[in-house]
């Protein structure tokens, strides 16, 4: 089959989408399917693993979907799969979720008398009215399937996009296992804490996010703070590039010796290897890949009831679910929990079994199903 992706950058070194797209395409290529991409950018790996089409340069992301239709339409591919940045495809996967749901969440880290402003406000300005014109296009009822990434995902198309239930195919993110084990751990973690400072006896929690304000992190270190008398703990903060705000937060509740922010790390595997829990507290998440990371590392979880992929998770299982992200206290409460090595041992063995459950393997199968499908719809109607 000839498939041709479309995305805004073809490069594993960047964020959630860029790295699933990757990780699939190598699926793809390895099936033996034809594998194209249509993106403003390429890796130099990306440009040897797939044939590449590059999207030009444009002003706006209106026109730089336009550009994305003209170039996936040159391609002639069977199917057209995005990834969230145009909307001429047969298979539209936007790895962000709903762009509305997603906004209406960021008003949550304002004060509450803030955010009617600025909710008012937001639709007026340039940028926003140019997101809007693409998002209606992505939504309109023209026959694409549209890949929800979790039940809240496909909640939100359905409450702020007008998605139809028979558009929708709920197709959860999936887990490199091989690439994740938990005897990954064994090479690296005593180094690891050595050079971090941590002693044997530290509870080490772990967070890899790029959006610290959206993937509560200012909620961790507000719960850490809060672990004091009788709690050797030490956060690590893995990601992100101006730190600098959240190194005089880190001050001001005394953390100046219990965060470590890690900066962006190349490699994640070493960290998930040092830590001893992964802590999550998002406010929107459609399905966290480095959850699930965590999860084929062995590492217990607390996340929010925002993360899709908290909809795999059994509370109490492999982890906790918070209602509120930003109920630090709660927060704390669950990481002492995890502070017993009895009950992280326990959720360890869980956890891991749960991400074998959902493996990229299974993941790519899932969406080549969906692509055969039409397919044969094709075929039908010719």
């Not at 953390?255 to 829990?277: C, I, K, S």
């Not at 459609?286 to 084929?296: D, G, H, I, Y």
């Not at 998770?313 to 492999?318: D, K, N, S, Y």
Request: charged share 25%.
């Amino acid at each position: 089959m000839k498939i041709a992706l479309v995305i805004d950058r073809l490069d594993p070194r960047r964020g959630g989408a860029e790295q699933w797209t990757w990780q699939f395409a190598h699926a793809l290529v390895a099936m033996g399917h034809e594998v194209h991409a249509a993106a403003g950018g390429f890796s130099p790996e990306a440009q040897k693993l797939v044939v590449a089409h590059r999207v030009p340069l444009a002003r706006s992301r209106f026109e730089f979907a336009q550009n994305a239709e003209r170039v996936a339409r040159e391609i002639r591919a069977d199917v057209v799969h995005d990834m969230g940045c145009g909307w001429h495809c047969d298979v539209f996967q936007p790895h962000g979720g709903s762009r509305t749901a997603s906004f209406e969440q960021n008003l949550l880290l304002l004060p509450p008398w803030l955010r009617p402003f600025k909710r008012a406000l937001v639709p007026l300005l340039p940028r926003y009215r140019d997101f809007a014109r693409v998002v209606k296009r992505q939504y309109a009822g023209d026959g694409k399937t549209i890949v929800a990434l979790s039940k809240m995902v496909a909640r939100d198309m359905q409450r702020f996009h007008g998605a139809q239930a028979q558009q929708l195919r709920l197709v959860y993110n999936g887990v490199d296992v091989r690439r994740f084990p938990p005897a990954a751990s064994r090479p690296f973690r005593d180094d690891v804490r050595r050079e971090l400072g941590l002693l044997p006896s530290t509870l080490a929690v772990l967070i890899v996010a790029h959006n610290f304000e959206l993937k509560g992190v200012p909620s961790l270190m507000r719960a850490v703070a809060r672990l004091k008398q009788g709690h050797d703990v030490r956060l690590l903060v893995a990601g992100g590039k101006r730190t600098a705000r959240y190194g005089r937060l880190a001050k001001r509740l005394g953390l100046l010796r219990r965060a470590t922010f890690l900066g962006p790390v190349a490699d994640p595997v070493p960290y998930y290897a040092a830590a001893d829990v992964y802590a999550h507290p998002t406010f929107y998440d459609p399905c966290s890949l480095v959850l699930l990371e965590a999860l084929a590392m062995g590492l217990p979880v607390v996340t929010s009831r925002f993360n899709g992929a908290g909809e795999l998770m059994t509370p109490g299982v492999e982890g906790f679910i918070l209602d509120d992200p930003a109920d630090d206290a709660a927060l704390a409460d669950r990481i002492a929990e995890l502070g017993e090595s009895d009950v992280r041992r326990n959720m360890a063995a869980a956890a891991r079994a749960l991400a074998e459950q959902h493996t990229l393997e299974r993941n790519c199968r899932e969406i080549v199903a969906i692509y055969e499908t039409i397919a044969r719809r094709v075929r039908r109607a010719a």
